[in-house]
């Protein structure tokens, strides 16, 4: 449909700085969030905040974390912003040995780059997987046996990505740890739930913020050069089912709901927050193009 104005989408979300639990939900307890000097690990981390949570960011960049401890500690609360790399179990065990025992972990790190399958290294490989597959298992497996050995309950919200379920050409390497993450949601909830510990993954959709990988950058800014007036900032929005993007806080909406009393009896679930596009289909299927020709990347030569 080339006019889709006169369709209105779905509702636009309530302002920055509402609510969708009641005040205070989180006071007393502590909330660990992984890459959350930037992002949407950052919008979590806010989320938490404006809800009484105290908060512990974490990131391998320091640069980061200043400027995001500051932001953050601007609404009201407590902020204790550390470096770790997440590959790293020493690194990981200092992290809950310098800070209380955190109620909530959210496994937000991540990391992620385009590239054919073929032409990936073995480096790259690991890079992206020891990070995103192993770096969240070692943080999950750190919290859950200090409560289990506390006899406290806790809740783990593992941040994934719908091409777990649908494979990501292109990103062979995050498809693949992705669907690592979603698994140890489900067989973890199932370990883990007679100790009271809750395991849910949450998937983000199209969300625009400072921290996206560049192919997702320069693929937003190319739309937007290639278009003028009112259509170019519609131009992202008319290719969701919801006809617009999504924002940041409406994941981080959805994190504070799967950590809350609230959602005791959810667990072992992953909830997308992305206006249902990994769902959509076309009666006919667009031509197909070749990774390489999407990338711009000549012929395989070995």
């Known amino acids: 449909m080339d006019d889709d104005t006169r369709l209105p989408g779905l509702p636009a979300p309530p302002p920055p700085g509402a609510a969708a ?41 320091e640069e980061h974390l200043r400027s995001a401890r500051e932001e953050l500690a601007r609404l009201g609360t407590r902020v204790t912003a550390t470096s770790c790399d997440i590959r790293d179990p020493d690194r990981i065990t200092a992290l809950f040995d310098a800070c209380p025992l955190p109620d909530v972990l959210v496994n937000n790190a991540a990391a992620n780059f385009p590239v054919p399958a073929e032409d990936m290294s073995p480096g790259a490989w690991r890079a992206v997987v020891d990070i995103t597959l192993t770096g969240t298992f070692l943080m999950t497996r750190e919290f859950g046996r200090r409560h289990l050995a506390a006899g406290t309950p806790g809740s783990i919200i593992n941040v994934g990505a719908s091409y777990a379920w649908t494979g ?43 921290d996206m990988t560049p192919d997702i950058r320069d693929n937003l800014e190319r739309a937007a050069v290639e278009r003028s007036g009112p259509e170019r900032a519609a131009d992202q929005d008319r290719r969701q089912p919801a006809l617009r993007v999504g924002a940041p806080r409406e994941l981080g909406w959805a994190a504070t709901f799967l950590a809350s009393p609230y959602a005791r009896f959810i667990t072992g679930h992953t909830l997308v927050v992305d206006g249902a596009n990994w769902q959509r289909r ?21």
Not at 31 to 42: E, I, P, R, Y
Not at 186 to 195: F, K
């Open 21 to 61: 639990l009641p005040p205070g939900t989180y006071d007393g307890r502590l909330v660990l969030v992984t890459g959350g000097g930037t992002g949407l690990g950052k919008a979590i981390a806010a989320e938490f905040a404006r809800l009484g949570a105290d908060l512990v960011i974490a990131s391998r960049g």
């Open 282 to 302: 076309a009666l006919v299927g667009p031509p197909v193009v070749p990774v390489r020709d999407q990338m711009g990347r000549g012929p395989f030569t070995g």
């Open 168 to 210: 990501g050409p292109g990103y062979a390497h995050s498809a693949a740890a992705k669907a690592g993450v979603r698994n140890l949601v489900e067989t973890l909830a199932v370990e883990w739930g007679p100790y009271g510990i809750q395991v849910n993954g949450l998937v983000p959709g199209l969300m625009p913020h400072e």
